[in-house]
């Protein structure tokens, strides 16, 4: 049993390229999300998708796109990769959107932008 | 609004030692709690939750936290350290919306031999 699959695992952008994070989940889970991480703060929200069809902004949206492609696949895009987008990035899922359902992370994306 | 203060961004015990990592919280509605453990190079996997019911929550590989209401708390336990248990752990609040969860900025425990 597979979880929350990313790709890829390691990304190098120069500024102003172009990227989509994948992510994949074979749970059956209604909602999925991404967050970043950033040394000493912990996770930041940056979309979620409560269920198929709809998407949400979180904490810090700005630079991003998303897109729930079906109730597996939950894809990151940046459009124009600035430094500030340096991170490691995850994916979750949950089987509902409750707050008491918990998260089922993917190993990250960690993504460098020069 | 919520928010989550782990105490301590670092933790030292020796191998055999109890671990205290301290999480208050703050929420305006009744929280879910929630500890994960990331190790090098990999996600945040789940070591415990509260939701309702009993107020000593016990996890995996022998961890346990108390929700103690007046004291906005949510500290994690674990009576004898393992070099094992080497990790960055958070601690999590959630309201009524998954996708509202806050975390918190993280403690990295060390397990000295």
């Known amino acids: 049993n597979a979880g929350v699959t990313q790709t890829p695992k390691f990304q190098v952008l120069k500024t102003g390229q172009s990227m989509t994070l994948q992510c994949a989940q074979d749970?059956?889970?209604?909602?999925m999300y991404w967050y970043r991480q950033d040394p000493g703060m912990g996770l930041r929200l940056i979309y979620y998708s409560a269920s198929e069809g709809t998407t949400d902004k979180g904490e810090v949206p700005n630079g991003y796109n998303v897109s729930r492609l079906n109730k597996r696949e939950f894809s990151l895009r940046l459009e124009s990769a600035a430094p500030s987008q340096t991170s490691v990035y995850f994916c979750a899922s949950s089987e509902r959107g409750t707050g008491n359902s918990p998260l089922h992370f993917g190993n990250g994306t960690r993504l460098t932008v020069t | 609004a919520q928010s989550v203060t782990q105490l301590g961004s670092h933790v030292s015990v020796s191998e055999g030692a109890l671990v205290l990592l301290r999480c208050n919280y703050s929420?305006?509605?009744?929280?879910?709690l929630f500890w994960y453990v990331q190790y090098p190079n990999q996600g945040l996997q789940l070591l415990l939750k509260?939701?309702?019911?009993?107020?000593l929550v016990k996890g995996i590989n022998g961890f346990e936290a108390e929700f103690k209401k007046s004291e906005t708390s949510f500290h994690l336990t674990k009576p004898s350290a393992h070099m094992s248990d080497a990790a960055e752990y958070f601690c999590a609040v959630s309201g009524t919306n998954a996708g509202k969860s806050t975390f918190g900025d993280g403690t990295t425990l060390t397990v000295k031999p």
């Open positions: 929420s305006s509605v009744p929280p879910y």
């Open positions: 749970m059956n889970h209604n909602s």
């Open positions: 509260y939701t309702t019911g009993a107020t």
